[in-house]
């Protein structure tokens, strides 16, 4: 009997050993991701102004182009190197929009997720389980 007890109080002491350990990991694993919400949402914020940047430029490209084509549309055919450029410069532009949108929107995300954690307390976005 005396050998039981002590068998039931080593498993307590262990399983009490793994609960405090099982909580510093999680506890670990918080702030590691709210380190790397930092670091990432620090990164994107400087690759949005640069693309941001290469955007006014791009889109002044454009329109400074656009204009000139229309200017002189009667005289051009649509293989002249002109409209191309207009049409890469296009390209270019919208390229250059898409990435910016993306990397607002992935800005705003990391953004909603803090601001979930911090009032909710999870770790995991709703509705996603382990």
């Known amino acids: 009997m005396k050998k039981m007890i002590c068998f039931l109080i080593a498993v307590m002491v262990v399983a009490a050993c793994g609960n405090k350990s099982r909580r ?11 380190n790397k919400q930092d670091s990432t949402l620090k990164a994107t914020q400087q690759e949005l102004a640069v693309v941001d940047s290469l955007l006014q430029i791009a889109k002044a490209e454009h329109d400074k ?12 055919n649509d293989q002249s190197a002109e409209v ?32 979930e954690r911090s009032t909710s307390g999870r770790l995991l976005p709703k509705g996603r389980k382990k």
């Open 84 to 115: 191309k450029k207009l049409n890469e410069l296009r390209t270019r532009r919208d390229s250059l929009e898409t990435a910016w949108q993306t990397l607002g929107a992935k800005i705003r995300y990391i953004q909603k997720m803090r601001n």
């Open 24 to 34: 510093d990991e999680i506890e670990a694993r918080k702030a590691a991701l709210v």
């Open 65 to 76: 182009q656009h204009a000139w084509v229309m200017a002189h549309a009667t005289q051009l």
